[in-house]
């Protein structure tokens, strides 16, 4: 046995981790394994084999856990090139549980991605992008740990059609919740459907999603994600929100991506269909997903101090001038799709504005003010939302923290105002998140050292970011008649 396989054994703690998952396996019967692991953009990706496939404690230098299973890598978005294709899977077994939505009874369990020439992690795997991130937090000294909890917001929906070909293009979306349909004929229709920015919190029957919902959380729960919270958001036609219980960076990206997984497959089951993408209706509120996170070393949170600004401590407002300062970047990763900037509009609800407050929700950064308890305190990033990859966004946000920690980069005052009923010149003073995606990738060539720090994103992983968002969806977009441009122009 080499001394780096065993060196490998001994720092992952891999030989109780990998007995512990083959006595669950044996225990609970399962006779499927199912490995995952993240594309470049931030789907999951996944290949299944028999349990018995698992070899036993003997051989666990010959074990998928070490050795791992190979995959083509030039067919996942953003990774190889086809003359370099193969790629290993090595799965991590503290991540394994029983699969929440699969009836053949299967076991679950994240992946790494090596290179099989190399033996060593895959620069462009997001999962090791965040791990590399949260060693570099703790590299400099200046915490240990940091704590994420994503306010993920999404709509299910009862119909979805879209469709572009060379002499068409078009998308249909309908929901039996939606304000649209209250005078259709429903046989009967039974009313009772949220107005348009009318959906936040009313009960049953108007929120008509309640037991759906419970559902998802109980399966949620079942797999290890803490739930805090769930209810119907702003918008009409069945928008939610789920707030699962802060977790550390690359612990909660890991619960982000079966949090989504969950969510689609219960909705399947109910002949219903749920979408992430930020701006799916016209005229109504799009889905967020505001990022609250903090710092702590020894066991204490480095955010708080019982004299500051809202209770912050200086740290944290370093760490707040790091958003801010890089914010035009961040959203790049924060809100990677042409579909963000269909939210992110000026003088809407979507927090554009670069500044911050406390309590105050049409800042980019809030401060929460609702408990005095040092454990709580923490700062709220707005303008991201749940289209991102969230090993990348939030690794890219705490590298900008970071920055703003380390080179002690003021905020500024805060803004403890509506930002939205500004005056014309106090509004020219405030910055604001760029106006679209090609602006964001722009901001992420000219500013993009921060991200580079540690090797926590590599010079390669940016260039192949930016032009697979510019090539595969911003000039593909671009490309296409817009259906409403037949509206303004086609009687010209």
């Not at 300062?325 to 990763?333: C, D, N, R, T, V």
């Not at 042409?338 to 979507?350: D, F, I, Q």
């Not at 500024?412 to 509506?418: F, M, R, T, V, Y």
């Amino acid at each position: 046995m080499s001394t780096e396989v065993l060196k490998f054994i001994k720092e992952n703690n891999l030989e109780e981790k990998a007995d512990k998952l083959l006595r669950l396996v044996k225990e609970k019967n399962i006779p499927v394994v199912d490995l995952k692991f993240n594309d470049l953009p931030g789907l999951w990706q996944h290949f299944s084999m028999p349990s018995s496939e698992l070899t036993e404690m003997d051989d666990l230098t010959k074990s998928i856990f070490v050795e791992g299973i190979g995959f083509d890598g030039s067919s996942i978005r953003g990774f190889q090139k086809i003359q370099e294709s193969d790629m290993i899977l090595i799965p991590d077994p503290k991540t394994a549980v029983l699969d929440p939505v699969c009836e053949v009874p299967t076991l679950s369990i994240i992946c790494d991605i090596y290179d099989p020439l190399t033996k060593k992690p895959y620069t462009r795997d997001p999962r090791y992008i965040a791990k590399k991130a949260e060693a570099y937090l703790k590299a400099t000294g200046i915490a240990d740990l940091s704590y994420w909890g994503p306010e993920m917001e999404f709509f299910i929906f009862d119909d979805i059609r879209f469709d572009q070909t060379e002499n068409a293009g078009y998308y249909f979306i309908d929901s039996t919740e939606g304000e649209w349909n209250s005078g259709r004929d429903e046989k009967p229709n039974l009313g009772y459907k949220p107005r348009y920015k009318e959906g936040y919190f009313p009960v049953p029957p108007h929120d008509s999603y309640q037991d759906l919902r419970s559902e998802v959380i109980l399966k949620m729960i079942e797999t290890g994600i803490p739930i805090e919270v769930h209810h119907h958001e702003v918008a009409t036609a069945g928008q939610g929100e789920i707030d699962m219980k802060f977790d550390t960076l690359t612990n909660m990206a890991d619960k982000c991506m079966m949090y989504k997984y969950i969510i689609k497959n219960v909705a399947r089951k109910h002949r219903k269909v749920a979408t992430f993408m930020p701006k799916p209706l016209f005229g109504d509120n799009g889905s967020g997903m505001h990022t609250h996170q903090s710092l702590w070393k020894n066991g204490k949170n480095i955010f708080y101090d019982p004299d500051g600004y809202a209770l912050l401590s200086q740290t944290a407002k370093y760490y707040i001038g790091g958003l801010l300062k890089h914010a035009a970047a961040l959203m790049a990763f924060c809100a990677p799709t042409t579909n963000s900037y269909k939210r992110l509009v000026p003088g809407y609800e979507a927090p554009v504005n670069l500044t911050y407050s406390h309590r105050n929700r049409s800042a980019a950064v809030r401060i929460p003010v609702y408990t005095e308890n040092p454990k709580t305190k923490r700062i709220e990033f707005r303008p991201p939302d749940s289209s991102c990859n969230p090993y990348l966004a939030f690794a890219a946000m705490l590298m900008a923290g970071i920055d703003g920690i380390e080179n002690k980069i003021d905020p500024g005052e805060p803004l403890d105002k509506n930002t939205y009923e500004l005056s014309k010149q106090e509004a020219r003073k405030v910055k604001t998140v760029p106006g679209s995606l090609e602006e964001a990738l722009n901001a992420l060539e000219k500013d993009r050292d921060f991200l580079l720090k540690g090797d926590v994103f590599t010079q390669d992983v940016l260039d192949v970011w930016i032009e697979y968002k510019r090539k595969k969806e911003i000039e593909a977009v671009k490309l296409r008649p817009h259906p409403y441009e037949f509206y303004l122009y086609f009687d010209i």
